[in-house]
């Protein structure tokens, strides 16, 4: 975890808690999905600002293992390991709030992790296919 959003700062789990599975879990009915072409190429625009290395860009939610309830929707953008500093991230992650509540969504959190996209062959086959 590189920043999140949120009233809570996120701190790593420690005793009892370090061992509450979390699942991740898609999200389907939400205004961030049906608005997700407009909302795109604004959220790429704010990562380009200050030149995110991003590798993913997902909605989800998280939820404790086995329970119905789910978290609130989290705009989750991977970026490269090592590219992006605490302080760049809140600075964007500011950015992409802002682009969500000029479509009316203002609960949905944004969260940056590191992480690397490696495509399989199968993948590359597929893309190749397309063409």
Not at 1 to 6: A, L, N, Q
Not at 111 to 126: L, P
Request: charge should be negative.
């Amino acid at each position: 975890m590189v920043y999140r959003t949120g009233t809570t700062p996120w701190e790593p789990p420690t005793g009892s808690n370090a061992h509450v599975i979390k699942e991740l879990r898609p999200v389907f009915d939400h205004d961030i999905v049906t608005a997700w072409d407009d909302l795109c190429p604004e959220v790429y625009r704010c990562l380009d600002s200050i030149q995110v290395a991003w590798t993913s860009i997902d909605i989800v939610c998280f939820a404790e293992a086995g329970k119905k309830e789910d978290g609130p929707p989290v705009l989750w953008i991977g970026v490269e390991p090592q590219s992006l500093s605490r302080k760049d991230a809140c600075t964007v992650a500011i950015s992409c709030k802002q682009v969500l509540e000029s479509h009316q969504i203002t609960d949905v959190e944004v969260e940056f992790r590191e992480s690397i996209v490696v495509q399989t062959v199968a993948s590359i086959k597929n893309k190749r296919e397309l063409v």
